[in-house]
């Protein structure tokens, strides 16, 4: 069992930036590959990017992303924190949503509670 708590959301400017995190707790963070969803008002929830276990010629785990955030989003974590971060660059209005941290090994898939980004002026 992994419990996953996101924090960091809050409203920003167009423009502006925000770094999410999700603790993971447990033992065996290093195993599971991280990802962050948002779901917007009325939408159906999304994969934003996803960050792999750290392997031996990628120890840091590699990295894939949604084409809207490609570009503007960076997924890293820190296995000895048992912490995965979303940091977001040149947020948009349309980045609006509920973010959600997910931890996915096999056939056990973990969520976190989600935390909410507002972007407006």
């Known amino acids: 069992q992994v419990q996953l708590v996101e924090s960091g959301g809050g409203l920003v400017q167009p423009g502006g930036s925000l770094r999410l995190s999700c603790a993971a707790s447990?033992?065996?963070?290093?195993?599971?590959?991280m990802s962050w969803y948002r779901q917007a008002p009325g939408k159906e929830r999304e994969l934003v990017g996803t960050?792999?276990?750290?392997?031996?010629?990628?120890?840091?785990?590699?990295?894939n992303y949604a084409d809207s955030v490609r570009g503007r989003f960076g997924i890293s974590r820190d296995n000895a924190k048992n912490t995965v971060y979303l940091q977001m660059n040149s947020l948009k209005p349309e980045d609006t949503a509920v973010y959600y941290c997910?931890?996915?090994?096999?056939?056990?898939?973990?969520w976190g509670q989600g935390t909410q980004v507002t972007v407006s002026s």
């Open positions: 960050i792999t276990n750290p392997g031996g010629s990628t120890p840091g785990g590699i990295t």
């Open positions: 447990g033992s065996t963070f290093s195993y599971y590959a």
């Open positions: 997910n931890a996915k090994l096999g056939s056990l898939n973990f």
